[in-house]
């Protein structure tokens, strides 16, 4: 039995959503002021270059078409597991948090990584609630995410 109504699971959907573009967009005023400066960390390169990396090699084995910004599987949709899904469940989720760990890195350190745990939150409850969903849409799922991590390769 569904967890949730369709409703409900577009509205939860759109709140997270809400909430993790909020906090991008804060981090970014947050590093703001040192990018303009041109004032920004190696390891923050290193971070921002791997996110896009990632976010690249994702996009090419899960084209937009098949994936839904909200937590909520498309009726249509593919499950992927090849490319970065091969070991890792979310990987745009990890690259979001990669990015913001780059903005993090260049911003106050304080404001910086406390916006950047509250998205880790966000986002863990967004995938916590799209498993859960994809679960009940993809029979595999279950026995892919034995296979697999949530955003971390080996670890989580």
């Not at 709140?15 to 990018?35: E, R």
């Not at 597991?81 to 911003?107: N, V």
């Amino acid at each position: 039995m569904p967890r949730f109504t369709i409703q409900t699971r577009k509205w939860l959907g759109t709140w997270l959503v809400a909430l993790q573009f909020g906090l991008l967009m804060l981090q970014t005023a947050f590093a703001a002021p040192k990018v303009l400066q041109g004032i920004i960390p190696v390891a923050a390169w290193l971070m921002a270059g791997t996110s896009i990396a990632l976010a690249t090699w994702t996009l090419r084995h899960n084209k937009p078409g098949n994936f839904n910004i909200r937590p909520t599987p498309k009726v249509s949709g593919v499950l992927v597991t090849s490319g970065p899904y091969r070991w890792i469940r979310h990987p745009m989720y990890t690259s979001l948090l990669l990015g913001s760990g780059a903005l993090a890195w260049t911003s106050d350190p304080v404001m910086g990584w406390l916006t950047w745990f509250a998205l880790a939150i966000v986002l863990l409850l967004k995938s916590t609630l799209e498993e859960h969903w994809l679960c009940e849409q993809y029979p595999g799922y279950a026995a892919y995410r034995r296979m697999s991590k949530r955003w971390v390769p080996w670890l989580f």
